[in-house]
């Protein structure tokens, strides 16, 4: 009986010694599972701002540098993988890149990306 109690507060030891290296891999563990299933709402704790300038995302109208001036504790940019790919794709600097993937989710949502007016043929302006 005290050998099982033992070997419990052994395991528990070793675990709460290696609690920030734990919380990390199940937080990246945690981060794949969701793009696996395709669920990306969860709030995760990958990526950082730098990591984001690093790769070339930010610009003059979208300055990332004043969010690491101001010691931003969020993870970094979501969704930044799509507008890697269509930099990559498109060949188009990032302003590009960020306008074409607003464009494609307005229009899968039913909204004109010129105008942004709605395109449902029931839609009444005044």
């Not at 981060?31 to 950082?48: A, Q």
């Not at 990559?88 to 229009?107: C, G, H, P, Y």
Request: charged share 25%.
């Amino acid at each position: 009986m005290f050998i099982y109690l033992f070997f419990l507060l052994f395991v528990l030891s070793i675990c709460w010694y290696f609690r920030r290296s734990l919380a990390t891999v199940a937080s990246r563990l945690a981060n794949r599972t969701n793009k696996f299933i395709g669920y990306h709402l969860l709030p995760t704790n990958e990526g950082s701002f730098e990591e984001d300038i690093e790769d070339g995302l930010t610009s003059s109208n979208f300055d990332l540098n004043s969010n690491l001036n101001e010691e931003d504790s969020r993870a970094g940019l979501k969704d930044k993988e799509e507008i890697l790919r269509i930099m990559k794709r498109q060949n188009v600097s990032f302003d590009e890149a960020r306008l074409i993937r607003q464009q494609k989710i307005l229009q899968k949502n039913g909204v004109d990306p010129v105008t942004g007016l709605p395109l449902d043929p029931k839609f009444v302006q005044f």
